[in-house]
């Protein structure tokens, strides 16, 4: 599994703030997002592909 990251953890929250207040749910809308990741979210020849998270800040010296 993949380590998270803080911008996991933002991300986590931001959409844990527009949950139903029921846990019951909340936990039902956690399943339905899992069912669409799963389902039409899931690319399976594209496994090679560079994140598309962009970094802001100094780039780093490149070592190469």
């Known amino acids: 599994m993949a380590v998270l990251l ?3 953890r ?9 949950l139903p207040e029921n ?3 909340a936990r039902l ?3 339905a997002v899992t069912e669409l990741l799963d389902t039409f979210m899931t ?6 592909r560079p994140s598309n998270v962009v970094a ?5 010296p490149s070592t190469v």
């Open 10 to 18: 933002r991300h986590a929250l931001m959409l844990a703030s527009q």
């Open 6 to 8: 803080s911008w996991h």
């Open 56 to 60: 802001f800040g100094s780039p780093q």
């Open 29 to 31: 809308v956690i399943q």
């Open 43 to 48: 690319d399976t020849a594209d496994t090679d």
């Open 23 to 25: 846990s019951a749910d």
